[in-house]
């Protein structure tokens, strides 16, 4: 039983990891593309666009370096294992983006308000429907990975590429409304695309940040561990519960009383009973510290 | 020892907020004297206060944040944010000296067409003495604190202090018709801050991965093997958890003794621990038998 669920996990990650590859690399041409043709053609809202690239170029790095380490257990440099590298990956692409959406958004209010309206060449608008196009096939075959795997990291992968696709489809319109005389509009175009790129930054920080101070995962979570455990004969009281995530995996740290009359090796019994317990019913589990108290 | 570290808590914020100060005026000061003067170097150097000025910022709010004592929501403490803090801090000056090099290269190869005033010598010597205040200021709280975001603060104005040297040099050397000396000079420091703020940064994100702490364990491991009632100690695992060290033990006791003594002998653990180290944030015990093989 245990070897099937390995090998089905090991498939997992395999198939995971090639996705993200995929992505990784498409995301990259995208984005370089997009920058070229931005800066050619002086579309800043193109521009602004490639750092929606930019952020699937990162997220599909950590993905695949989430995906790599997490194969790695615990080992003596880091006794807690790699879980964390995914939120770190996250906290600077949180702060690239705002970089990013501050540069970009500085620029673009320069334009709005100082700077000479030009024709935007009409290649700008074919850069927007190929990043539209690429975008959304990438989109399809993430949705139909995520069917089959069932992973939060690529299906979450997906909604960027479906975000890049929205902001090219408004660069699209944009463009075509600048050649009606709409001045200005490219530039406010990037300015909205600034503001959203910045909101995505500072969720990706806050989220990031919240699980490396390590956040308890949520009340229900926990009230249902509590339960679980209550309910063991031999235990008297839950305590109290710290229980945090490491990457995909929940780590607990269980204060719990018992009889004192015990021997510590009938509670070694108890302590394997524990464990078992929680294993069969959270999904990923870390380690379980157990503390009499 | 309570009181002397609730002074160096409310100094420690203190020096922070100085420190803002510092940097916001010197930010204003090289802007003006730059224009001034009509020096390339100093108005870049500007940049780098005001990246200063950022940082302190996130300094700042993490050392609010810090102090708030464990509850549900984080239950092993906020004292992390203080590496993400530095982590960022660091970052923000990697990208900050990449900017310094950039420019630095470019002024090397465009060359310069107008010699810089000498009045922003003064100005340079006025921001380095500046500069050095605020490192000097910042060094003993942190030390003390051992107060990762303050020290990660004092590094960015140590460095804003070799910056602002090399801006002196600069302007000296141009003004005595030695053109390259100033641009080489310019570029070795660019690289030497680029360095030490990227070990500073590798350092932060290895603490919120949590490495361990070798020294404290073997201490430790010895005290606890010396505690009546210890048969031996299984296994240590230590992070940080902000200022301080979070350990998990695993202790294996006699077969027959029962957890009442058990809990008498974790009450020695930890009485034993607090007295001898002073950097423990909380010690967590794990009882087993003792296995014979």
């Known amino acids: 039983m245990l070897n099937k669920k390995t090998n089905h996990q090991k498939k997992c990650v395999l198939c995971g990891r090639k996705t993200s590859w995929v992505d990784m690399w498409s995301s990259s041409v995208l984005m370089f593309f997009k920058l070229a043709v931005g800066f050619l053609t ?34 003596e440099e880091y006794p807690y294992g790699y879980g964390n590298i995914e939120y770190v990956v996250s906290i600077f692409t949180g702060v690239v983006l705002l970089i990013f959406s501050i540069v970009i958004f500085y620029e673009s209010i320069n334009v709005i308000f100082h700077g000479e309206h030009a024709r935007i060449h009409w290649a700008a608008s074919v850069a927007a429907l190929v990043s539209i196009f690429i975008n959304e096939i990438l989109y399809k075959y993430d949705l139909c990975v995520v069917k089959h795997i069932n992973s939060p990291a690529i299906s979450s992968q997906a909604q960027h590429h479906q975000a890049d696709t929205i902001s090219s489809v408004v660069v699209f319109f944009g463009l075509q409304l600048d050649r009606f005389g709409y001045y200005h509009l490219d530039a406010l175009v990037a300015v909205f695309e600034t503001l959203h790129i910045a909101y995505l930054g500072v969720e990706m920080l806050y989220h990031g940040s919240m699980s490396l101070m390590e956040h308890s995962i949520n009340k229900h979570k926990v009230n249902s561990i509590k339960t679980l455990v209550s309910r063991i004969p031999d235990v008297q009281e839950v305590k109290n519960i710290k229980a945090r995530q490491i990457g995909r995996d929940i780590w607990v740290d269980l204060y719990i009383s018992v009889a004192g009359g015990k021997k510590i090796d009938e509670t070694d019994e108890i302590s394997v009973n524990i464990r078992n317990i929680l294993s069969d019913s959270i999904k990923y589990l870390g380690n379980v510290h157990i503390i009499f108290v | 020892m309570e009181a002397i570290t ?8 203190r020096v922070s907020v100085f420190i803002l100060m510092i940097n916001i005026f010197l930010v204003l000061f090289k802007a003006y004297f730059a224009i001034v003067s009509y020096s390339d170097a100093l108005f870049a150097d500007a940049f780098e206060s005001l990246n200063n000025v950022i940082i302190t910022i996130i300094v700042l709010i993490s050392l609010w944040i810090t102090e708030k004592g464990e509850n549900e929501k984080f ?7 203080e590496f993400i803090a530095s982590s960022l801090a660091n970052f923000l000056l990697v990208i900050a000296s990449l900017g310094f090099l950039y420019v630095s290269v470019q002024m090397t190869i465009v060359g310069r067409e107008i010699v810089p005033k000498p009045i922003a010598i003064f100005a340079a010597a006025v921001a380095f003495f500046l500069n050095q205040i605020a490192f000097h200021y910042g060094k003993c709280p942190g030390e003390k604190l051992k107060s990762p975001a303050i020290l990660a603060n004092t590094r960015a104005n140590k460095l804003d202090a070799y910056t602002t040297l090399v801006v002196m040099i600069a302007v000296i050397a141009s003004n005595l018709g030695i053109p390259r000396v100033d641009h080489l000079a310019a570029i070795l420091i660019g690289l030497i801050i680029a360095y030490e703020a990227l070990e500073g940064m590798i350092l932060s994100v290895r603490e919120l991965m949590g490495i361990p702490y070798r020294d404290e364990e073997q201490k430790i491991k010895y005290l606890v093997s010396e505690i009546k009632g210890v048969r031996c100690v299984n296994s240590i695992k230590s992070r940080s958890v902000g200022r301080k060290i979070w350990i998990d033990i695993e202790i294996a006791l006699e077969r027959e003794r029962t957890i009442k003594e058990g809990l008498i002998i974790i009450r020695n653990v930890k009485d034993c621990l607090a007295e001898k180290l002073n950097n423990i944030n909380e010690v967590s015990v794990q009882l087993v038998s003792e296995r014979t093989f």
């Open chain 2, 6 to 13: 609730k002074n160096c808590i409310s100094c420690g914020k």
């Open chain 1, 42 to 75: 002086g579309s800043r809202a193109l521009i602004a666009s490639s750092v929606y690239s930019l952020n699937d170029i990162l997220s599909s790095i950590a993905v695949i370096l989430g995906l790599k380490l997490s194969e790695k257990p615990v080992d």
């Open chain 2, 75 to 81: 239950p092993y403490g906020y004292g992390r944010v």
